[in-house]
């Protein structure tokens, strides 16, 4: 593989294992900005995940100015697909304003009524299995943004206890990864593959999303169960932007707004548009508005598009690792291959591979769908997740290591439902 590698390839090869590296060194640099006051500015902008692998996806354009010169770096960045991260941008900032989270909210309470247990240990149920499964619909980083809104409301800011927080995030990062294989159009890897494959909602729900169900259900019950006593003891199934009232014109306009985008997900120049009107319809009606997370979502969209700009040039081992392999191999090999690459661009490398059987097929896109909660980078969604709760952790920042562990027995949970069931 190495001998028809260019250097190009293995530069960006290099330096995206750097990065890698580095997503598990920011508390290093945390602790160097409080030690280091001269340079702290750097040091904290380096300590933050969401900027990691844009600081070295410049590194990258900077190496290939000198390799390749500058048109050939200037074409390469043109080639770069920034519609998932525009989207994601896009509909995080829509998805977390006040009228979208008053609408899920009082869902989520309607459904909690009628479930007979503590109802802060219902709306904790809920936000690890209803959310996730929304997903489906209303698009994984939607579902995401909701999920860890509504779970720093009334969990996260009330000094749960480490475990209780890491458990809690490692079981929504598999659940938002695998609830949105109910359909073919909500979760990043399979809209990759969806239309080479000719895959439709059908043949993902009856291959894939009761499978993914039983198992989101399952992770769910396993989490509220093991931790109810603190659940129940320091959770608040009340806050402020649920007991508000809201005009229900101005939370339809708010769902138009969402549908849209998600309609127009592949189409920036319409959803970018869309997300314009939006700006102006919220500044309109400042009163039915909290602050719109403008900042967090710009940040986990350079999160991405240095993820689009450093995986640009992996193909060459990623897509040679991938073939020959038996599917029953495959389907691990995808699951730990996620944990360093997002699964999108895991899935979008093996739909160029022609003439795959069908269960290579759901091998990869199910491994790549079971590994989507190990790591901040496996999954499109997780790092507006991890933005949004990430105050509440100490030093102001989600553990790699941490997170990996948490996500361990849930993930373990999915590979059985995808490998045992049916």
């Not at 869902?107 to 499964?133: D, E, K, N, T």
């Not at 608040?236 to 007991?243: D, K, P, T």
């Amino acid at each position: 593989m190495i001998a028809n590698a260019s250097t190009p390839e293995i530069v960006a090869t290099v330096i995206f294992a750097i990065a890698l590296i580095h997503t598990f060194s920011t508390k290093f640099f945390a602790e160097l900005a409080h030690r280091e006051s001269r340079h702290a500015g750097l040091w904290h902008l380096l300590a933050e995940v969401e900027v990691v692998f844009g600081f070295w996806a410049f590194v990258l354009i900077a190496a290939l100015f000198f390799l390749t010169g500058k048109e050939a770096a200037v074409d390469y960045m043109e080639a770069r697909n920034f519609t998932e991260p525009a989207f994601v941008f896009v509909i995080m900032v829509i998805a977390a304003s006040r009228p979208i989270l008053f609408t899920v909210i009082n869902l989520v309470r309607l459904v909690a009524m009628a479930i007979p247990i503590p109802r802060a240990l219902a709306v904790y149920f809920l936000c690890l299995s209803l959310v996730p499964l929304l997903g489906s619909f209303i698009t994984e980083p939607a579902a995401m943004t909701l999920a860890a809104l509504m779970l720093r409301d009334r969990y996260y800011q009330y000094e749960i206890s480490n475990r209780l927080k890491y458990a809690t995030l490692g079981v929504l990062f598999v659940n938002i990864s695998i609830g949105g294989t109910l359909t073919h159009f909500a979760a990043p890897p399979v809209l990759m593959v969806a239309a080479k494959w000719q895959w439709d909602s059908l043949f993902m729900f009856s291959h894939f999303g009761w499978k993914a169900a039983i198992a989101v259900v399952a992770n769910a019950v396993a989490v509220s169960w093991f931790f109810r006593h603190e659940i129940v003891d320091k959770g608040r199934v009340e806050a402020a932007a649920g007991s508000a009232r809201m005009p229900l014109s101005v939370a339809s306009i708010h769902l138009a707004f969402l549908v849209g985008v998600v309609l127009f997900a592949h189409h920036p120049i319409i959803f970018m548009g869309l997300f314009l009107f939006f700006l102006g319809y919220t500044e309109a009606y400042k009163q039915h508005q909290d602050r719109l997370i403008l900042r967090e979502g710009l940040l986990v969209a350079f999160f991405l598009a240095g993820l689009v700009v450093l995986g640009g040039l992996q193909r060459w081992w990623l897509q040679e690792t991938l073939l020959g392999v038996e599917p029953d191999v495959l389907y691990f090999l995808a699951t730990a291959l996620t944990a360093i690459t997002d699964n999108a661009a895991l899935t979008y490398l093996a739909s160029l591979v022609d003439g795959v059987s069908p269960e290579f097929q759901y091998a990869v896109v199910a491994g790549a769908v079971t590994g989507g909660g190990l790591t901040l980078i496996a999954n499109a969604p997780n790092p507006a997740g991890a933005s949004i709760l990430k105050a509440s952790f100490d030093d102001g920042a989600v553990s790699p290591l941490g997170l990996l562990f948490a996500a361990l027995p849930p993930t373990m949970v999915a590979i059985f439902a995808f490998r045992a069931l049916g």
